[in-house]
């Protein structure tokens, strides 16, 4: 068994900072991509930052210059530290990883529990 637990999310004022983490445990062979995805209330999840294991990232325009996602492979966890936060930020936040496991042998995608972020004006 795998899981992906998500933590730091909560209330900010705009402008403010957040920093989320999202650790994996279990049977984990490897870890290859992870990500943050968000879905904001009557909207579709999207994209927000994936990171490769060799520290390669990629940003939604809405994240660049603000956010910045991070990792510790010795952890198994990811990070998403976000500044400059905006009210259109408010959504719940999911992390993602590609992950290999012992048990199998192959790759599977994995969902944390998601973590809510409210930002107020």
């Known amino acids: 068994q795998v899981q992906l637990v998500e933590s730091g999310g909560g209330l900010v004022q705009a402008g ?3 920093r989320l ?3 994996a445990s279990g049977s984990i062979a490897s870890i290859n991509a992870m990500g943050w995805y968000r879905r904001a209330p009557g909207k ?3 994209l ?3 990171i490769t294991s060799s520290a ?3 940003y939604a325009d809405a994240a660049k210059g603000r956010f910045t996602i991070s990792r510790d492979n010795a ?10 936060l905006k ?3 408010t959504a719940i936040y999911y992390c993602n990883a ?8 192959f790759e599977y995608v994995y969902w944390g529990q998601g973590t809510q972020v409210t930002v107020s004006t």
Do not use: F, H, W
Not at 75 to 84: E, F, P
């Open 16 to 18: 403010g900072s957040l």
């Open 21 to 23: 983490s999202c650790a």
């Open 44 to 46: 579709q999840r999207e």
């Open 48 to 50: 927000v930052a994936t």
């Open 56 to 58: 390669n990232t990629n």
């Open 75 to 84: 952890k198994n966890t990811v990070y998403l530290q976000m500044n400059s």
């Open 87 to 89: 009210p259109e930020d």
């Open 98 to 105: 590609r992950i290999r496991t012992t048990t199998t042998g």
